[in-house]
């Protein structure tokens, strides 16, 4: 089965900054420590963009470190918040587009995962919008990635969401061109999935029949102000990220509030790589290793 970590919105700033009073350092690393704690036989982290706060290079080179403490491949992807010059000049090997966009595809257990680049500014860096855009090129390239999938399902990722969430000020500066996206997906009907970041709030539901799943941040996340037309709201609530398994059974997304299930799962599953079994019915914990269950005494 494929195992997902995907993580979104990390907002890192240079030292000495925060985000409403949030060290996005801190925070971070102690998702990071929790994913490589908990979760280090996932195949690979995905991560949806906004890298940085403010795209400046600082920031992206404090970034560096810690991803290298994840035990599985990163893949970084861009968003509203980043910049591209200053992102490939701290992340030089991140694959390219023939157009010179942050997209790629990766072939894991049977999915095709698409990675998606939403980032309104041109191939060569000049400044764009909060709101995204697939430009006719980028959506040029999606379409052979849809095509050439074969017999593989297809896990859709884009920082920008395609469709609405409800929540007025953030709807204004979602993917302009989502309609030709849905469009062009329709036409292959193979994708299984789509994961979205930007909201900093969990969201799951369906755009056109397709499935979605949003995630947290590890830092600031969206308040339930659906009417507010500001897209800049903030609250202070647990960090959180994405766990995706998907096989031949379809796919289940989970997420984990990390910072408040870390003290559970550090008294219950210290020091264990563990995937926790789809037909367990008494919360404990599977050690594959040892292909053992230890029984709890709390419910999961
Ligand atoms: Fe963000």
Known sequence: MLKLIVLTDLHMVPRGTRIIGLDPYRRLASGIRHIATHHADADAVIVLGDLAHRGDVASYRRLVPLLRRLPQPVHLMLGNHDDRSSFRRVFPAVPLDPSGYAQQVIDLAGYRLVLLDTLDAPADGRPGSAAGRLCAMRRAWLDAAL??????????????????????????????????????????????????????????????????????????????????????????????????????????????????????????????????????DDGGCRTDEQGARRRTSEAP
């Open 147 to 280: 095509a050439s999938a074969g017999r593989r399902r297809v896990l859709l990722f884009m920082h920008h969401p395609p469709g609405p969430t409800g929540f007025s000020g953030m709807d204004a500066v979602r993917l302009a061109d989502g309609e030709d996206v849905f469009r062009l997906l329709h036409r292959y009907g193979n994708v299984a999935h789509i994961f979205a970041g930007h909201i900093h709030r969990t969201i799951n539901g369906t755009w056109h029949g397709m499935p979605f799943s949003m995630f947290k941040s590890p830092v600031h996340q969206q308040p339930m102000a659906f009417a507010s037309a500001s897209a800049s709201l903030s609250v202070d609530e647990p960090a959180a990220y994405g766990i995706v398994l998907a096989g031949e059974h379809g796919v289940v997304v989970h997420t984990d509030d990390y910072e408040i299930s870390g003290p559970w799962l550090k008294r219950h599953c210290r020091g264990e790589v563990h995937r926790r079994s789809l037909s367990a």
